[in-house]
């Protein structure tokens, strides 16, 4: 795999301030402009969800990165479940809406809410904003979730909660495996391999590269109390380690 280099090289960040972050603003705009339009014609929010795809798609291409999926046919072996992954970088949610074929929810830091045309996609879409500094706030976010997930729409999460500082994986809240215990439903290990190179928290420019998505082996909570959040949670964190690894 290869690295970032430090410092970046002039010619990408040049390519990043002509070319790529123009582009990214202009389909950020575009697309957050079409889904607002549709959300009053789709209440279901599955429209809104195929233009988010679009753009997710759009923005990998306009990073000039290559992107594959390892593990795809465990997408698909449960209607609904808690998706989780490690959280590398801006670029893990186009990542991951590119990605996953099917219509999800995704449990998200309140902050993006307030980001325009992003914040409001999130808003009419029906994801789930997270406040992290507010115990009982996050309590009714997670509700919200447990909601959602009997209802039949699949979850997706960061357990680290925010973006890693230096490529290192954080330590797990246990929100993704308190939701699939309490709703009874499987929780899918998510790996994110080149999207911490491709652009670090604080940085504006990108690296592309090879993207690569790895989907474990669904883990069942089926019979699982609360009790065992903590275990879950564990298991969670060194199957998403080692599927990085692979």
């Known amino acids: 795999m290869i690295h970032r280099p430090q410092p970046l090289p002039r010619l990408y960040r040049w390519r990043t301030n002509l070319i790529q972050s123009p582009a990214f603003l202009v389909a950020t705009m575009v697309f957050g402009s079409?889904?607002?339009?549709?959300?009053?014609?789709?209440?279901?929010?599955?429209?809104?969800h195929g233009i988010a795809r679009v753009w997710a798609r759009a923005c990998v291409w306009i990073s000039g990165s290559r992107l594959r999926v390892r593990g795809a046919e465990n997408l698909r072996r449960h209607r609904v479940a808690v998706y989780a992954a490690n959280h590398t970088s801006y670029m893990d949610t186009p990542v991951v809406f590119a990605s996953l074929p099917f219509q999800f929810r995704i449990l998200a830091k309140k902050e993006l809410w307030s980001l325009p045309f992003i914040g409001w996609h999130l808003n009419?879409?029906?994801?789930?904003?997270?406040?992290?500094?507010?115990?009982?706030?996050?309590l009714s976010?997670?509700?919200?979730?447990?909601?959602?997930?009997?209802?039949?729409?699949?979850?997706?999460?960061?357990?680290?909660?925010?973006?890693?500082?230096d490529g290192a994986m954080q330590p797990f809240q246990s929100g993704a495996a308190y939701l699939a215990i309490r709703a009874q439903v499987p929780?899918?290990?998510?790996?994110?391999?080149?999207?911490?190179?491709?652009?670090?928290?604080?940085?504006?420019?990108?690296?592309?590269?090879e993207l690569t998505l790895a989907v474990g082996e669904p883990i069942e909570t089926a019979g699982m109390s609360l009790r065992q959040a903590?275990?879950?949670?564990?298991?969670?964190?060194?199957?998403?380690?080692?599927?990085?690894?692979?």
Request: hydrophobic fraction near 40%.
């Open 34 to 48: 079409i889904s607002l339009l549709a959300s009053l014609l789709d209440s279901h929010g599955r429209l809104q």
């Open 124 to 138: 009419r879409s029906g994801q789930i904003p997270v406040d992290t500094e507010n115990a009982h706030a996050t």
């Open 230 to 246: 903590g275990e879950l949670t564990e298991r969670l964190r060194a199957t998403i380690e080692a599927l990085q690894e692979r």
């Open 187 to 209: 929780l899918v290990p998510i790996a994110l391999s080149g999207v911490y190179d491709l652009l670090p928290i604080h940085t504006h420019h990108f690296y592309p590269g």
């Open 141 to 165: 976010s997670l509700g919200a979730g447990i909601k959602a997930l009997r209802a039949g729409m699949p979850l997706f999460v960061f357990p680290e909660g925010s973006r890693t500082p």
